[in-house]
T-cell receptor
């Protein structure tokens, strides 16, 4: 399957600081990437859809000003958690769909664990 | 956010036994995906289903797209210890935006 890589895999930050997480498609171009959040022992919850060259589409209840998404190229999307607080501590996972794919397969990154102190 | 109902929530089985789990939705889906997630890692795609009634295998795994398009099933035959993990179903109505199931936590007793 296609390879999606996230960086960093884990990060610890102080409350009030901002953290950027990168999601890269390594061997394919991704027009669309998706950002999910997963709390311990829970399922994946879609946060937003990241579209290359346009604004991200956020799910209901997700603050767009807090979770800034940028998809500046066909292989990179970034999620910035602004003014992070302890309740933002979670496992953030991105997924991507190949631009040339005519199937619905989504490939996921390894995830980024954010801990806000 | 919306989630799919997945059952069972967790299960302990003996090595060598077959495992079945299912996912149901109140909405019709065009695509079902099944993933396995190990602790601290991202989900890994196991099987993709695109057509109602479709039955697809991947090694010891077999998944089916329900006729009503509101459910899907995953079977694991002759389970082994490395099958331990959390299995998620995911459904999409055609927008490539997937809703995930609540997960089935599988534990295999050697």
């Amino acid at each position: 399957g296609a390879v999606v890589s996230q960086h960093p895999s884990w990060v610890i930050c102080k409350s009030g600081t901002s953290v950027k997480i990168e999601c890269r498609s390594l061997d394919f171009q991704a027009t669309t990437m998706f950002w999910y959040r997963q709390f311990p022992k829970q399922s994946l919850m879609l946060m937003a859809t990241s579209n290359e060259g346009s604004k991200a589409t956020y799910e209901q209840g997700v603050e767009k000003d807090k979770f800034l998404i940028n998809h500046a190229s066909l292989t990179l999307s970034t999620l910035t958690v602004t003014s992070a607080h302890p309740e933002d501590s979670s496992f953030y996972i991105c997924s991507a769909r190949a631009r040339t794919s005519n199937t619905g397969e989504l490939f996921f990154g390894e995830g980024s664990r954010l801990t806000v102190l | 956010g919306q989630q799919l109902n997945q059952s069972p929530q967790s299960m302990f089985i003996q090595e060598g036994e077959d495992v079945s789990m299912n996912c149901t939705s109140s909405s019709i889906f065009n695509t079902w995906l099944w993933y396995k997630q190990d602790p601290g890692e991202g989900p890994v795609l196991l099987i993709a289903l695109y057509k109602a009634g479709e039955l697809t295998s991947n090694g010891r795994l077999t998944a089916q797209f329900g006729i009503t398009r509101k459910d899907s099933f995953l079977n694991i035959s002759a389970s082994i210890p490395s099958d331990v993990g959390i299995y998620f179903c995911a459904g999409s109505s055609g927008t490539y935006k997937y809703i995930f199931g609540t997960g089935t936590r599988l534990k295999v007793l050697a």
